[in-house]
Each structure stands twice: as C-alpha cells, then as structure tokens.
C-alpha cells in the first residue's frame, strides 16, 4: 500500500520552485494562484532568499503551492491508499485526497500563513528539535523548561517551541540523553497556545469551505486516526495551528494500514527521513525535484503490478 505525505514549514529552501515550473502548465498555474491569492509565489520560490521565504506569511502558500504542483506531476492519485501532511502540510494533503479544492487550498493557506504570522508577532517565539533520548526524559527536560513539545515526530525527534529565551535555555542545557539540539527556519512557536488567536480567524475562513469528503484514506496528524468526512478534516486543519502535531501516530497507522511505500511532495526529504527510521525497510522516494518523478513512477509501477 503506498501512502503520499506533504511536509511542512521548514521544509523550503531557497530557488526549490524553480525546477518545478519547468513543467508543462506548471508557471501559468502558479500564476493563476498568485494572482488569486496576492502573493508572487513564482518569485519567492526562485529568487527569494532563506530569511524572505522563512516569514511564515510566504512558506506556508509557497509549500502547498509546490506540493500541488509536484502531486499534479505525480499524477495516479488511485495508486495510493492513504494520505497524510505534516502541520500545514495537512492542506496539501487533504487537497490531493479531494476535500479541498487547490483554488480553497491556497486561499485557506494564505490566511493561515497570515494569521499564524500575526499570533507569532506578540511575543518573540521559536522552535528547535530535540534529536535522540527517551521520549519521556525528553518531555519531561522540556515541561521544567515551560517549553511544548509541539511535534512529536518518532524517530527519536520531538520539537520543541516556546519563547526565544525557553528555545536558548534547552540549547544550553539539552535533555539528558539526546544528541543535539537544532533550531528550526520557522518563525514562530507554532502547535502551541501562542497560536490560539489564529484559530478564530481560520475558524471564520472555514465556514466559507464546502469540504468534500475523503476519496483516499485521510490520516490526521491531530492523532494518527483516519478521517472520514470533509467536515472533520477542516474542524482538524483549523484546531491544529494551536496544538501539537503526532507525526509518530500518523506513522503508526501507516504501519497498521500496511504500508508498503512512501512517496513525498515536493520539497521532499524530511518525512521519508524519518520513515526511513521508523517505517524500517519501506520504500521511500521524496519529490525534491522533477528529476525523482522517474524514482516515483518506479515505485508506483511496482505497486500497479
């Protein structure tokens, strides 16, 4: 069974666009949606650099932007089984699984980048990952600090987010056990209260949505469960931005599920980085660009037969 996964914030870097609007149709889509939703996104995703597409504002239309792209690419939406994001990934996500359209998507990701950069603009928030150590010594080191742990990605990695002064003191004194301690391109303690004053305004956003249900199995990043209804997906991209996200769980589904194959979109690495370490001996194939569609399409045929 293969699953598709879209990542999320942190996952862009500078120029990643750029091979990906090569493809036939791919700059007049772009551009469409840049038009519609008030953002160059051709221009931040070629010439931008790291600090420009690191404003939250930008990377969250830029991901699911190069999500789309790279899902239409992939064509084959019946091969998979299942489906799944991580953090704003979820849009991506539920977008391919036809709950949303990409005209909704894009709209909904703008106002969700914009609101989640306003709530981070109150008080100077961050968040870093916590690499290796028991789960629980980790959780415990971040609770006496007042940090979240806002991902709890598997894998050996949990991320934590709270105040610059929170994110300085685990770098200085990390859990014991783990190996290091990485801050995040993020601009923001998101996946936490800090958040929760951008949940009303996408609350507000959503009632404007007529979400469709599911066509492939939808798992939430909220608990790892699968979701049947479009209702209950925008309830979950809405809730989200202020709470924390358990990739762990959604990986664990995909093992019950009986996954047999993973493919990332675009800008890919980071989830099948992970799998690789928790999903041991699935295959992977991560979009980082139009080059790894030949890896895809392998993998795809190998399920087809």
């Not at 995703?45 to 597409?53: V, Y």
């Not at 950069?117 to 010594?137: I, P, S, W």
């Not at 049947?228 to 990986?251: I, K, S």
């Amino acid at each position: 069974m293969l699953v598709l996964v879209a990542p999320g914030q942190g996952a862009q870097t500078p120029g990643f666009l750029t091979p990906w609007l090569d493809l036939p149709g791919a700059a007049d889509r772009v551009a469409a949606w840049s038009d519609a939703i008030g953002l160059d996104l051709a221009h931040y995703g070629t010439k931008a650099d790291a600090d420009e597409i690191r404003d939250t504002a930008v990377a969250q239309p830029l991901l699911v932007a190069a999500g789309l792209l790279s899902a239409s690419a992939l064509g084959a939406r019946t091969a998979f089984g299942a489906v799944a994001g991580h953090s704003v990934g979820e849009i991506t996500a539920a977008a391919y699984a036809g709950v949303l359209s990409d005209a909704d998507a894009l709209s909904f990701v703008r106002t969700r980048g914009l609101a989640m950069a306003e709530a981070a603009a109150v008080t100077e928030t961050g968040m870093a990952a916590v690499l290796g150590g028991d789960q629980a010594v980790v959780l415990a080191h971040l609770e006496k600090l007042g940090l979240t742990p806002a991902n709890i990605n598997g894998a050996g990695q949990i991320v934590a987010a709270g105040t610059m002064e929170q994110i300085e003191a685990l770098a200085a004194e990390k859990p014991e056990g783990s190996m290091k301690v990485v801050a995040l391109k993020v601009a923001g303690a998101f996946h936490t209260h800090h958040m929760a004053p951008a949940v009303a305004t996408l609350d507000k956003a959503a009632q404007a949505l007529t979400p469709a249900d599911p066509e492939l199995k939808y798992v939430s990043n909220k608990d790892g469960h699968v979701v049947a209804t479009g209702a209950d997906v925008v309830a979950r991209l809405v809730g989200q931005v202020a709470n924390p996200v358990r990739w762990d769980l959604c990986m664990e589904t995909f093992g019950e599920l009986g996954v047999t194959g993973i493919i990332e979109l675009s800008p890919g690495g980071t989830l099948t980085g992970l799998a690789k370490r928790a999903l041991k001996g699935v295959p992977t194939v991560a979009l980082k660009t139009p080059d790894d569609l030949e890896k895809a399409a392998a993998l795809l045929a190998e399920h087809a037969v």
